[in-house]
């Protein structure tokens, strides 16, 4: 049975008027989103994810002002998401990830002051993000958009304004410019996801204020310097992945002291010179050390036998020699979000 068909002998036989949740995920339901949703006045939840809708989300979808959750997510939406989306001023969660949705963000998202998770990743969407979208942004919690044509300068020099954040991916997208300092104010983020675009500039050490960062990867992109000791200054950091950024210098002698539980590091397809520093044993949660394609010189330290949750050891294509005849595992395999 339709969805158009199972709904309207709902409609049609109850009065559905003060209805506040339709939760309808994980079915086959197809077809069109019905414009007839407008008369639920009273939704405050709608989840339609992991179903089989096609078409345009309507206009229409506005006037359900109620609405608190909005989950549109895994289905085959496209054209351009509406303006009038913005006219849900009590909504919180946005959610219309990996459908086919194209065009620019609607500059009314920015403005539902009461979102706190905006997901659109896995569309076609474009254009750049407003220099000023964190004003009107100030509970935000989570951001996704990776895996769209979204371009421009990445996040702006006013993100600080977006202080509730915990999760930023942005991965996957054709942003330029660079990470803005002013991100070290972002106290309570702890997910950042930037990989896979093309941002300049230094990595910057303001990084490093994010005391709650767990996972950092900011690879693929085509920054340049070297790799600030900062970013390890998070004793909740566990995993780093900077790989393929044309990346130069040492690495930093004391980036195991603070960062207790970092189980990966991606540091891959560098120009990082030097030997490995003998501190490496004291990461002692690594699993994973991907550190191929750079120019290390020197020996293998000792250290590294003493990382005994080590599962993963990459290291080809350098310039060193081991001084002990310890057994490592060289795997060549990577691991890619």
Known sequence: MGFQDLIKGIIGSLQLGRLKVIDFKCNNFAG??????RFLRELHFLNLRNNSFTGVLPNSISN???LE????SYNSLQGKVPEEVGNLYNLKTLSMRFNKFNGAIPGAIFNISSLETLSLTGNYLSGELPADMCHGLPGLKGLYLSSNELEGQMLPSTISQCSQLRLISMSYNKFSGTIPREIGNLRALEILYPGAN????EIPEELGKLQKLRDLDIGDNLFTGSIPSAIFNSSSVENISIGNCSLSGPLPLDMCSRSSQLRIRSLYANHIVGELPERI???SALENVQLSYNNITGTIP???GNLNKLQIFEIFINYCKFQTK????????????
């Open 281 to 283: 044993g004291e990461c």
């Open 326 to 337: 310890r057994f490592i595992i060289v795997q060549a395999q990577y691991q890619k979000k």
């Open 198 to 201: 093309y941002l300049t500039g």
């Open 302 to 304: 000792r250290s590294v």
């Open 32 to 37: 069109e989103i019905p414009s007839w949703f």
């Open 69 to 72: 959750t909005l989950d549109l």
């Open 64 to 66: 359900v002002s109620k």
